[in-house]
């Protein structure tokens, strides 16, 4: 059930920055903050991978109503190679099922966050007029989204270790409750 509540939360994380913290999120660099990775890494570690696509669907649905309510732009390849990474975000966290560790996580966080970084600003280079369709032009974006790369890297580090940790502490305080009024 947790991995389901994480999943509802990035989801409408994703609609905050259009909202009023706009201007607070730009003056903070928190562009790409977000909980999508970690919910994604705890997500796959949590269900069972028949339920996986629940997941990708629910971020693509979230997708077409950014692009298509919010930003007010059409879907295309970009969209999709998106969603290949929500995909392959959920068979990483399925690689922390039941060797969930401290060690794990933060490589399963890194490892998303890179391969997030990589994918996407490919798509957008590759994808959009944006950049010259050259190795320089190629460079340029990458060099350009960096403010990006350390709020993705952040945030997936954070969430990460928040929703891998809480249960742990929940049911830690549980036990500890559970001495102090039995003995």
Request: with cysteine; aromatic share 16%; proline share 4%.
């Amino acid at each position: 059930m947790l991995a389901y509540l994480y999943l509802a939360f990035a989801i409408l994380f994703r609609f905050v920055p259009h909202g009023p913290f706009t201007t607070f999120c730009a003056s903070c660099g928190l562009w790409n903050f977000t909980p999508v990775g970690a919910s994604l890494l705890y997500f796959g570690a949590r269900q069972p991978r028949r339920r996986l696509w629940i997941a990708l669907a629910a971020l693509a649905a979230s997708d077409v109503a950014l692009n298509l309510l919010v930003y007010h732009v059409r879907l295309d390849a970009s969209s999709f190679i998106g969603w290949l990474w929500y995909a392959g975000a959920l068979l990483v966290g399925t690689g922390l099922r039941g060797r969930t560790t401290v060690a794990r996580v933060l490589a399963g966080s890194l490892g998303v966050s890179a391969v997030f970084f990589v994918v996407s600003n490919f798509a957008v280079w590759a994808g959009s007029e944006l950049y010259p369709h050259t190795l320089a032009g190629l460079y340029t974006c990458y060099a350009l989204a960096i403010p990006f790369l350390r709020s993705t890297v952040a945030s997936d580090l954070i969430f990460s270790a928040a929703f891998f940790s809480l249960p742990l502490a929940a049911g830690a305080l549980n036990r500890n409750l559970a001495q102090r009024f039995s003995a």
